[in-house]
C-alpha cells in the first residue's frame, strides 16, 4: 500500500497486509482521557473564512476533503467528533467527554495515528471547540475553513450525516453512556451501506476503488 494513501484504513496489521483491509475500513482508535471543563465562548483566533477554500473542495473528485462538526449529548455533558469526506462520504466518529478545543485536538491526533487518511481541507463551523485550528493543522497537515455563521448548508454533507446518527442516538442521548463498541458499530454500519449518491455503491466501496487507483 502506497503511503500516500487516499483516504481512511485503520492502521492495524490486518490493513496493512490487505487481506481483512475491506472489514477495517475505518477503525476505533485507542482510548482517551480527556479533562471535563468546557470551553467558554469567544471569538476563533486567525478564523480562516470557507471562501478562500480551494474551489477543488466542492468538486467531490478527490478524498481528503472533510466537513467536521460536533453532536450534543444530553445537556451538553458529553459530545461526538464527526469527519466527514466531501467525496467518498466516508465518516469517522469519535466519543468526547467534553468540547474543549485541546479535546478535538488530542482527537485528530488518534484519527491521524489510527488511520491512513490525507487530510487535504477541513471545513468546520464557528464553535470554540475549533478554536485550535491552528493545532488541528499541524496534526493534519490541512488548513481549517470555517463556514460563515448560520450557512449550514454550507456544510451539508456533515449536517445530512449528523441527522442519520441522529436517527440511532436521538437528542436527549447521554453518550457518556454509548460506549466506543457501540459508536464504532455505528460508523461501520454508515460506511458499510449504499448511497444513491454514489451510484448506490458504499462510502467503503468507493474508497477502494480510490485506494487501488493511487
Keep these: 500500500m502506497a503511503s500516500g494513501s487516499l483516504c481512511c484504513v485503520s492502521s492495524g496489521n490486518g490493513a496493512r497486509a490487505g487481506g481483512e483491509l475491506y472489514q477495517q475500513l475505518p477503525h476505533r482508535g485507542k482510548r482517551y482521557n480527556y479533562q471535563t471543563d468546557e470551553n467558554k465562548r469567544g471569538p476563533i483566533p486567525n478564523r480562516v473564512g470557507i471562501e478562500q477554500r480551494p474551489a477543488v473542495a466542492d468538486l467531490k473528485q478527490e478524498p481528503g476533503h472533510f466537513e467536521i462538526d460536533t453532536i450534543f449529548g444530553k445537556d451538553q455533558k458529553s459530545f461526538l467528533l464527526t469527519v466527514v469526506d466531501k467525496a467518498v462520504k466516508l465518516v469517522i466518529i469519535r466519543k468526547l467527554p467534553n468540547k474543549r478545543a ?12 489510527n488511520t491512513f487518511c ?9 464553535g470554540s471547540e475549533f478554536s485550535q485550528h491552528g493545532e488541528i493543522t499541524k496534526v493534519t497537515g490541512a488548513p481549517v475553513y470555517f463556514a460563515r455563521p ?4 454550507e456544510r451539508g454533507l456533515n449536517e445530512h450525516t449528523n441527522g442519520l446518527i441522529r436517527r440511532f ?4 442521548t447521554d453518550f457518556n453512556y454509548v460506549t466506543h463498541r457501540k459508536v464504532a458499530a ?3 454500519l454508515l460506511n458499510t451501506r449504499g448511497r444513491k449518491s454514489l451510484g448506490y455503491r458504499s462510502p467503503n466501496e468507493v474508497f477502494l476503488t480510490h485506494l487501488q487507483a493511487a
Design 169 to 172: 442516538y436521538p437528542k436527549g
Design 150 to 153: 448560520y450557512h449550514s448548508w
Design 102 to 113: 485541546e479535546t478535538v485536538v488530542a482527537a485528530f491526533r488518534d484519527i491521524v495515528a
Design 186 to 188: 455505528l460508523e461501520h
Design 118 to 126: 490525507e487530510f487535504k481541507t477541513l471545513t468546520a463551523d464557528n
